[in-house]
């Protein structure tokens, strides 16, 4: 079973910037994607972004398009968020997911899950 473990969150002010990381417990080989999600209290699980395993296509939701940057590293099993400008409304518990489709922005598409890391945006 791959474990995906993530860290990075924290207390930011709203403008400042945040990079999150996820690694694998696990070398991956093969066709596979990488895909970040939120969910803040009361709400839903939220797309946010994902990547497909060779780096070559990226997809964003409206909401965090220009702002947020995702890159994987294949070498270390690695996925990460660079998140700048970031916003009150990007308060929320973030977690990373792998999955053996094209990343997709459906979190019923990924078959594992990270523990999640906190990142809150004061105003």
């Known amino acids: 079973q791959i474990h995906l473990v993530e860290s990075g969150g924290g207390l930011v002010q709203a403008g400042g910037s945040l990079r999150l990381s996820c690694a694998a417990s696990?070398?991956?080989?093969?066709?596979?994607?990488w895909g970040w999600f939120r969910q803040a209290p009361g709400k839903g699980r939220e797309f946010v972004a994902s990547?497909?395993?060779?780096?070559?296509?990226?997809r964003y939701a409206d909401s965090v398009k220009g702002r947020f940057t995702i890159s994987r590293d294949n070498a270390d099993n690695t996925v990460r968020l660079q998140m700048t400008d970031l916003k009150p409304e990007d308060t929320a518990l973030y977690y990373c997911?792998?999955?053996?489709?094209?990343?997709?922005?459906?979190?019923?598409?990924?078959?594992?899950w990270g523990q999640g890391t906190q990142v809150t945006v004061s105003s």
């Open positions: 997911a792998m999955g053996w489709k094209t990343a997709t922005p459906f979190d019923v598409d990924y078959d594992y």
């Open positions: 696990e070398r991956t080989f093969g066709d596979f994607g």
């Open positions: 990547i497909t395993y060779d780096g070559e296509t990226a």
